[in-house]
């Protein structure tokens, strides 16, 4: 069964970047959709943002033209680099592969506050 790994959390000032990293355990990362989403205290997980195997890429509208997600597949490694962070993207950040099938890992604390 596929593991996830995630890190690259951390507290940044409102305006600062932060990009996450998500180690997959299994063979065959390099023909899986990718994902990463975020739950924030009281709410549910929402979907940030997903890539496929060859790169195309969609985003939530909250975070468009802020956030790139991509992926490395020798390295079985999906990334969000994540800009212009607000105080609206705290939240702990997790990876999951197709339809979130997989066991969800620890996650990864982003706080976003001056």
């Known amino acids: 069964q596929v593991q996830v790994v995630e890190s690259g959390g951390g507290l940044v000032q409102p305006g600062g970047s932060l990009t996450l990293s998500c180690a997959a355990s299994?063979?065959?990362?390099?023909?899986?959709?990718m994902a990463w989403y975020r739950q924030a205290p009281g709410k549910q997980r929402e979907l940030v943002a997903s890539?496929?195997?060859?790169?195309?890429?969609n985003y939530a509208d909250s975070v468009k033209g802020r956030f790139t997600i991509s992926r490395d597949n020798a390295k079985k490694t999906v990334y969000l680099q994540m800009v212009n962070l607000k105080p609206e993207d705290t939240a702990t950040y997790y990876c999951?592969?197709?339809?979130?099938?997989?066991?969800w890992g620890q996650g990864t604390q982003v706080t976003v506050s001056s």
């Open positions: 890539i496929a195997p060859l790169g195309g890429a």
């Open positions: 999951n592969g197709p339809s979130a099938a997989w066991p």
């Open positions: 299994g063979s065959m990362f390099w023909s899986y959709n």
